[in-house]
T-cell receptor, first 110, second 115 residues
């Protein structure tokens, strides 16, 4: 069945470094969303993408909807300690079924 | 209150208990969702409601029973649960057609432990 593969599973980085993570799917998606989840809290929407090739920024975060419509990328520039958390992608395919990735756990070392 | 709220935040229940989870959205949305989040697994969609009507039930066991009295409130009634049902239960809401991924907003979740 459909799977969203998110990588990496975890990252340990120094404060100030840039971060990249991505999601790939086995089928074409119409929508990609990126969420961040802090411990004990619900996911918070960071960026929504609705068009292939779309590049959208939200402060230090930038996400892209891949041209093939089978992948999406999230970049965080100049990481800070409060960026710690789990980031996960979500996507909806042409059959209007939606899926969530397993998440990328980010640790920022001060 | 703003956004999506859930109560209780934590719940411990025995396998023979009956309890309910409550979700309320203050965003004027028309669609509400229940998700189950287990460690190291993707979010699992359980139920979807659009304008109080259930539009999706993803093969969820009958020991989970949803109720949506209006577009702002969603309940999940629990009875005779199993230990493997222990998880974080998340509620979400969105504007537009239910089942579409358009910008779902999540509550903080209820951490459920079944003993």
């Amino acid at each position: 069945g459909q799977q969203l593969n998110q990588s990496p599973q975890s990252m340990f980085i120094q404060e100030g470094e840039d971060v990249s993570m991505n999601c790939t799917s086995s089928s074409i998606f119409n929508t990609w969303l990126w969420y961040k989840q802090d411990p004990g809290e619900g996911p918070v929407l960071l960026i929504a993408l609705y068009k292939a090739g779309e590049l959208t920024s939200n402060g230090r975060l930038t996400a892209q909807f891949g041209i093939t419509r089978k992948d999406s990328f999230l970049n965080i520039s100049a990481s800070i300690p409060s960026d710690v958390g789990i980031y996960f992608c979500a996507g909806q395919n042409t059959g209007n079924q939606f899926y969530f990735g397993t998440g990328t756990s980010l640790t920022v070392i001060p | 209150e703003t956004g999506v709220t859930q109560t209780p935040r934590h719940l411990v229940m025995g396998m023979t208990n009956k309890k309910s989870l409550k979700c309320e959205q203050h965003l004027g949305h028309n669609a509400m969702y229940w998700y189950k989040q287990s460690a190291k697994k993707p979010l699992e969609l359980m139920f979807v409601y659009n304008f109080k009507e259930q539009t999706e039930n993803n093969s969820v066991p009958s020991r989970f029973s949803p109720e949506c009295p209006n577009s702002s409130h969603l309940f999940l009634h629990l009875h005779t649960l199993q230990p493997e049902d222990s998880a974080l239960y998340l509620c979400a809401s969105s504007q537009g057609l239910a089942g579409y991924l358009y910008e779902q907003y999540f509550g903080p979740g209820t951490r459920l432990t079944v003993t």
